[in-house]
T-cell receptor, first 114, second 110 residues
């Protein structure tokens, strides 16, 4: 099973809404990531969790709040987003073993902020 | 200077053509190298890892040149289904940092 599952696949929200994106993997990976991707651009790193601890926060605005309840789950809580936050949000995982690390991506959540 | 530089293209090639993409990286301590393929509105999917000895998977060949700090992807006998964006990805093995190139857009034309 080499799958990273993300829900929802699509999300439309207003600027005053609170919503959460969810990500799950059962590959025993110990590193999990949130990326943001705009059209025709590469994925842009937002957060990295390693062994359930936040290890990288790429100066992401506080309206994005990550949470890692356990080694298999990763959430991204959204509050008071702006229209420019509309993008494809990708979750990914890797073994975190420093040996030929590979990233495995979920299918993403296409987010539209109105 | 960007960690990973990649020609964004677009590359428009006829079916059956051979096409090559190159990518350069700036950190000589980089350890792992990959090519990912991304279709429109889909997630990136691992196409190939890239090793110093070079590796081949069917019509796809990847090469790594550590001295010049570049990696390449060669696609032979292009198919319509090869149309996608190809992302070069480099990992330095410090702090779970994967660095992405801008992606190269390929369209294979009938």
């Amino acid at each position: 099973d080499t799958e990273v599952t993300q829900t929802p696949k699509h999300l439309v929200m207003g600027m005053t809404n609170k919503k959460s994106l969810k990500c799950e993997q059962h590959m025993g990976h110990r590193a999990m990531y949130w990326y943001k991707q705009k059209a025709k651009k590469p994925p842009e790193l937002m957060f990295v969790y390693s062994y359930e601890k936040l290890s990288i926060n790429e100066s992401v605005p506080s309206r994005f709040s990550p949470e890692c309840p356990n080694s298999s789950l990763l959430n991204l809580h959204l509050h008071a987003l702006q229209p420019e936050d509309s993008a494809l949000y990708l979750c990914a995982s890797s073994q975190d073993s420093a040996l030929n690390e590979k990233l495995f991506f979920g299918s993403g959540t296409q987010l539209s902020v109105l | 200077r960007k960690e990973v530089e990649q020609d964004p293209g677009p590359f428009n090639v006829p079916e059956g053509a051979t096409v090559a993409f190159n990518c350069t990286y700036s950190n000589s301590a980089s350890q792992s190298f990959f090519w990912y393929r991304q279709d429109c509105r889909k997630e990136p999917k691992l196409l190939m890892s890239v090793y110093s000895s070079g590796n081949e998977d069917g019509r796809f060949t990847a090469q790594l040149n550590r001295a010049s700090q570049y990696i390449s992807l060669l696609i032979r006998d292009s198919k319509l289904s090869d149309s996608a964006t190809y992302l070069c990805v480099v990992n330095t093995h410090t702090g779970n940092q994967f660095y992405f190139g801008t992606g190269t857009s390929l369209t294979v034309i009938p």
